[in-house]
């Protein structure tokens, strides 16, 4: 018997199967990526990379320890417009800035970019899409992974539930009177 006649070739190839829910590819993280060959084949890779991996990330964040999971998609949408889907989640070690102590910081983000040779395909782009420029059309995913992670971190790391820690008190609403001598009071007195 031929193996491609066997009993789950039908089960593989059938129309009866309402949908199919597994994915068709699933690969680690390449180095780089050709954006025009993984859009025509509707690439998609998911996995887990760690954050101590990420070096210029390590620099903002208060540990080195933890993991992004991480899922890229390319393809075209209804418009032809060649995109990257990528979504991620992990946890990041912040510094609150209220309290100077770490905290772990949630990390959810899901993003549409619309690949773009230059500048001048930015505008082409629909609503709701980020551009990603892709020169000699290669990508490399941990640098858009990074950047991404670096674009979503807070400005400022405040903890959850620090506002008990105390006050914040906006330094230009604070008004200090003070009452130190007028420079002019001595010559308004030589003027008398």
């Known amino acids: 018997m031929n193996p491609i006649q066997g009993p789950f070739r039908s089960q593989f190839d059938s129309r009866a199967l309402a949908s199919y829910h597994c994915l068709l590819m699933s690969a680690a993280l390449p180095e780089k990526v050709d954006a025009l060959r993984a859009v025509t084949a509707r690439r998609e890779y998911r996995g887990r990379t760690t954050v101590r991996s990420l ?22 949408d209804d418009l032809g417009i060649a995109y990257l889907d990528l979504e991620l989640v992990g946890q990041l070690r912040l510094v609150c800035q209220r309290t ?8 959810r983000l899901s ?21 990603l420029m ?15 992670v670096l674009l979503a971190l807070p400005l400022i790391p405040v903890s959850p539930g620090s506002e008990s820690a105390g006050e914040w008190m906006d330094p230009e609403e604070e008004i200090i009177e003070t009452t130190a001598p ?8 030589l003027r008398k």
Do not use: C, K
């Open 55 to 76: 070096s210029r990330l390590r620099e903002s964040l208060a540990s080195h320890e933890g993991d992004i999971d991480y899922r890229l998609s390319f393809g075209r």
């Open 100 to 107: 100077l102590e770490p905290f772990d910081w949630p990390l």
């Open 134 to 148: 892709h020169r000699d059309g290669e990508i490399f995913p941990a640098e858009v992974i990074e950047d991404e």
């Open 182 to 189: 007028n420079p002019f009071a001595a010559l308004a007195r």
């Open 111 to 131: 993003q549409r970019m619309g690949l773009i040779r230059d500048e001048t395909g930015e505008s082409a782009l629909p609503e709701g899409y980020e551009p």
